[in-house]
């Protein structure tokens, strides 16, 4: 498995172990809090809103994995002592907390004072009225029309990442020529003129690109280790009550009921 691979898995192994470790419930939190991950909030909706993200993802790993069908019972059904509900649940809290670890990284060097899901929303909303306006006014506008939450936080978190790994590689990565050099020489294979490896393209040529996977790495690398200290505390009872409702995950003792499809 390539390094990138190993660095993903076990961040993904981390955050399991973090989620289902020794952390354990805090009676303060909001009843809408699902977790707080060193102060940032894992809101009920948020979570609930990644777990929709997930949910073909889901249903494709237990396809090919088990031969899984789809039907009511299917993310109650258990393989290998795992269902695709636990499953999914695990993976979606996995990438909030990337997130709100990200974010925390980016609070720190100065990059962003507020990007919580309530103010990250009531920023959507404005852009997208402002877009409004400028249609109404056949006012030339770029992108779409108006943005919808998932795409809208995709967006400016893409654009928050690429800022925060610039920020780093200037104040706390070693992106020093010496490294940088030593990093081409390791993936030097990758860089074939022809097929045939009849030469290599020069450091010159395929320095920006070494450059750009050393810091993705470091960056990985980075978030792994923020994880095994972060402080995370669950909201174990609120967490557990989240289950496949009409169509939706939902809080089970929300004014949705049952479990039907």
Not at 133 to 156: D, F, L, N, T, W
Not at 170 to 182: N, Y
Request: charged residues 30%; aromatic residues 12%; neutral net charge.
């Amino acid at each position: 498995m390539p390094r990138f691979g190993l660095i993903r898995s076990a961040i993904i192994a981390i955050g399991w172990l973090l989620i289902f470790g020794c952390k354990k419930q805090d009676h303060q939190l909001r009843p809408d809090i699902v977790a707080s991950v060193n102060g940032e909030y894992i809101l009920l909706q948020e979570f609930t809103k990644q777990l929709a993200s997930n949910r073909a993802k889901t249903i494709s790993h237990f396809r090919v994995k088990f031969g899984a069908e789809y039907s009511n019972s299917f993310w109650y059904t258990t393989w290998d002592d795992h269902s695709p509900l636990d499953y999914i649940k695990e993976i979606s809290f996995d990438e909030l907390l990337t997130n709100k670890i990200e974010l925390g990284l980016a609070r720190e060097y100065g990059l962003v004072e507020d990007m919580d899901y309530e103010s990250n929303n009531s920023r959507r909303l404005t852009v997208n009225a402002d877009r409004d306006k400028a249609m109404a006014e056949h006012q030339v506008i770029y992108g779409p029309q108006s943005y919808s939450e998932s795409v809208y936080y995709r967006y400016v978190s893409s654009l928050l990442i690429i800022r925060l790994k610039e920020r780093l590689s200037q104040e706390r990565f070693d992106i020093s020529e010496t490294k940088l050099r030593e990093q081409y020489a390791a993936r030097k294979d990758k860089f074939f003129i022809d097929q045939n490896g009849s030469g290599y393209r020069p450091y010159s040529e395929c320095r920006a690109i070494v450059r750009s996977i050393y810091i993705d790495e470091l960056y990985d690398e980075l978030i792994i280790k923020i994880k095994f200290k972060a402080k995370i505390v669950l909201n174990d009872k609120l967490y557990d009550r989240i289950q496949w409702i009409n169509s939706g995950f939902s809080e089970i003792n929300s004014s949705i009921e049952g479990r039907n499809e």
